[in-house]
């Protein structure tokens, strides 16, 4: 340590020793008559503070580095009283600008709705919030400060809320408002506050309703034994969002397969039909639609079963058995695809196609229940279903198709003939 | 005692006067400087564009000493505190905005597009090579333009890894002042990204980080949303959605990254002061054949904070 001990020396000491003048500068250039500012820290305490000078910051003379030396005896003699009122009014500035213990402090922001990130333009209350990491002293300074400015000048707010201590001792920080601006506002707390105590100052900031901004708030208490610092911001119309987008089009697909979905059909052939057996036939519906809601698909018949209009085949009465003998012609079963379609939970296409029932299409007849007569005369009705995307594995696949048997057996009485029906599937993708 | 008292008067004002030069020989708008002590003049703040500077003059025996127990800070501003400050800001790619480029140069900070017309000065770019799931990108502040040279202020991202002529026809710039990511229509055979880039500028000695979080799945509603990406790649032909970070100060680089909605992620940080630190964050998106139709959105907010 060249020139210092620890830290005794007092304000009467500085007045001795500043005889020994040097130029001091203070805010815009200002010389005064002051010598070095010096500070001193205890490692183990690292306190600052005038009030505790002995651990603190001291002031020291360094010899024959002044601009001029007076003697004792001038000293004395001239203008002693004006010289001592300017040195006393150095000290005074001087101790003014004594440094403090600072501290970075976690800020915190809080508008009306309780978050920082939701914005909207316009005047907002913002609360300000951090813990003090030692004294406030009474008179200490607070300094908000808002960047970049707002578009008119900083108020208190509604509700001045000043809560560094309980509403029962009442507010402790005092914003006038000729200390406000557009981008900063000063204020004094009117209590001492004590280490650690965790508050906050509400403002009003006029926030321009117009510009997509993310605003710093800084805070910088200067003034007593302790001088915190931090910032936050607050982001205003979405400025800290990125939105971000995408569109999937639109695809549908539908094709009638054979039974083993290697190619496609529009055949189903029940062959030479007899009194002793019932003849079935099989094809596939492969469908595939990225629509959102799924798809519909209709089944409807031009005609019944028939030997080309002379002779019309029974149909099957819904939910009854085929049997060698008995005429009857339908779909003996419907077994949709157990797999293929988006789970609404998992995303992965491990839901299963739909078949319709009582209430979801013909009324006479449900399809997921075997067996069920071809409808024609009814119009259109709903036959298997997907209520998300539908996405079958590449072909041949028999779990992630619709497999559809018909059939038909006939009588001693059936009249002989090349009986024929065109059935007429539609899907309809629910985008 | 009038000439001494005149001698100090004619020194202030000299010394006044020079603090003016000096003042304005401080003002800078790339270059940070907390504290100074000058003497040939001195200003309580002085101010540019991102700084503010505190300077002192007329100083002697200023500086710091120690001992075992102690430490001194010796000079009129060793004990000032420095006005914290914090900001921070977000651009997102512009596809209008694309331009080819056949030349970048890490070291010269430039890039040659196509045509400059569109770009101005202080116009943040980005720069993707081999555009894709796997491509490069970069990101800077013009500061001159001359011609089809961009020149920026400086590099971050992936800079290094740009080839100095792209060899194929999908190297393109962007301006970066957007907000929205516009992956736009999709298709199975081929991923689509877009990027945002960060900036950050605080004197916080202990740094900052950045974090981001989703407002949720990228999504059409909310039973009918986007795969997120959790085998670390998002892959074309493959239904995944994610998030990929670079930088030399992006944290969680390597990899593909789902967004959460219910936590934040860092994405940047720094243990010092930031001065327009910035990373490139991009949104990876591939879909399969049965990725469900529609206008997929989602919202993800960024918060920086700073570690006074």
């Known amino acids: ?431 | 005692m009038m000439r001494r008292t005149s001698l100090v008067a004619l020194v202030c004002i000299a010394l006044s006067l020079l603090n003016v030069f000096a003042v304005r020989a401080m003002t800078s708008t790339n270059f940070q400087i907390y504290w100074d002590s000058v003497n040939i003049g001195g200003e309580d703040t002085s101010t540019s564009t991102n700084f503010r500077l505190r300077d002192t003059i007329g100083e002697h025996g200023s500086g710091t000493s120690t001992s075992a127990n102690f430490r001194l800070s010796a000079g009129y501003r060793v004990g000032d505190v420095q006005d914290p400050f914090l900001t921070f800001s977000i651009g997102t790619q512009e596809n209008a905005t694309e331009v080819a480029y056949s030349a970048f140069s890490n070291a010269g900070k430039t890039v040659t597009v196509s045509s400059a017309s569109g770009y101005s000065v202080g116009d943040y770019i980005g720069v993707v090579e081999d555009k894709g799931l796997s491509q490069l990108i970069v990101t800077g502040k013009i500061t001159d333009i001359t011609g089809s040279v961009l020149t920026v202020d400086s590099w971050s991202g992936e800079p290094a890894s740009l080839s100095a002529s792209p060899g194929g026809s999908d190297d393109f710039v962007y301006r970066m002042s957007g907000y929205t990511a516009a992956l736009g229509v999709q298709s199975v055979s081929t991923g689509k990204v877009s990027f945002t880039h960060t900036n950050v500028t605080t004197n916080a000695s202990n740094g900052y980080s950045v974090m981001v979080q989703s407002d949720g799945d990228l999504r059409v509603s909310t039973s009918t949303v986007i795969t997120k990406v959790s085998d670390g790649t998002v892959t074309v032909g493959t239904e995944e959605y994610g998030g990929e970070v670079v930088g030399s100060l992006a944290v969680g680089t390597g990899g593909d990254f789902a967004f959460s909605s219910t936590s934040t992620r860092t994405v940047q940080e720094s243990a010092t002061y930031g001065n327009n630190d910035r990373v490139g964050l991009m949104y990876k998106l591939a879909i399969g054949t049965g990725t469900p139709s529609g206008n997929y959105q989602q919202i993800v907010t960024f918060t920086s904070t700073a570690n006074y």
């Open chain 1, 1 to 431: 340590m060249p020139f210092l001990e620890r830290s005794k020396i007092t304000v009467h000491q500085v007045l001795n020793s500043n005889r020994h003048r040097e130029g001091l500068t203070i805010g815009n250039g200002i010389i005064l008559p002051t010598r070095v500012f010096v500070r001193l820290i205890h490692w183990s305490t690292m306190r600052g503070a005038m009030d505790r000078p002995q651990t603190g910051v001291s002031w020291a003379p360094k010899r024959d580095a002044g601009i001029s030396h007076y003697s004792e005896t001038n000293f004395m003699k001239k203008g002693f009283s004006l010289r001592s009122a300017g040195l006393i009014a150095s000290v005074v500035m001087m101790m003014s600008q004594f440094p403090a213990a600072a501290s970075g402090v976690t800020v915190s922001l809080s508008d009306g709705v309780g978050t920082v990130d939701a914005g909207s333009g316009g005047s907002t209350e913002i609360t300000t919030s951090w813990t003090s990491s030692g004294i406030y002293a009474t008179n200490s300074t607070l300094t908000i400060t808002v960047s970049p400015a707002t578009q008119d000048t900083i108020t208190n707010c509604a509700t001045v809320d000043c809560n560094f201590f309980s509403s029962a001792i009442g507010c402790d920080i005092s914003f006038a408002t000729s200390t406000m601006t557009s981008s900063t506002a000063t204020g004094t707390f009117t209590q001492s506050v004590a280490t650690s105590t965790a508050g906050g100052i509400c403002l009003t900031y006029p926030i321009s309703a117009t510009s997509v901004q993310n605003y710093s708030v800084a805070v910088l208490t200067s003034g007593g034994s302790t001088s915190d610092f931090g910032a936050a911001l607050y982001y205003v119309l979405g400025a800290n969002q990125v939105t971000v987008t995408a569109t999937v089009p639109a695809t549908l697909s539908f094709a009638i397969r054979n039974s083993a979905d290697t190619a496609n059909t529009n055949t189903c052939a029940l062959g030479v039909l007899s009194t002793t057996a019932v003849s079935s036939c099989s094809y596939r519906l492969r469908i595939a639609t990225n629509a959102t809601n799924g798809f519909n698909s209709t089944i409807l018949a031009d005609l019944d079963f028939n030997s080309n209009g002379n002779a019309t085949m029974t149909n099957i009465v819904n939910d009854t058995a085929f049997a060698a003998g008995t005429e009857a012609y339908g779909i003996s079963t419907l077994t949709a695809a157990d797999s293929g379609v988006r789970s609404a939970t998992s995303g992965l296409f491990v839901a299963g196609i739909v078949e319709s029932g009582i209430g979801a299409g013909y009324a006479t007849t449900t399809f997921n229940t075997d067996t069920s007569p071809v409808p024609t005369t009814t119009g259109a009705v709903l036959f298997v279903y997907a209520t998300s995307a539908v996405n079958p594995e590449v072909a041949p696949s028999l779990t992630d198709t619709t497999l559809v048997t018909h059939s038909a057996a006939i009588s001693a009485g059936t009249e002989s003939g090349a009986y024929t029906q065109t059935v007429t599937y539609r899907v309809t993708g629910s985008f």
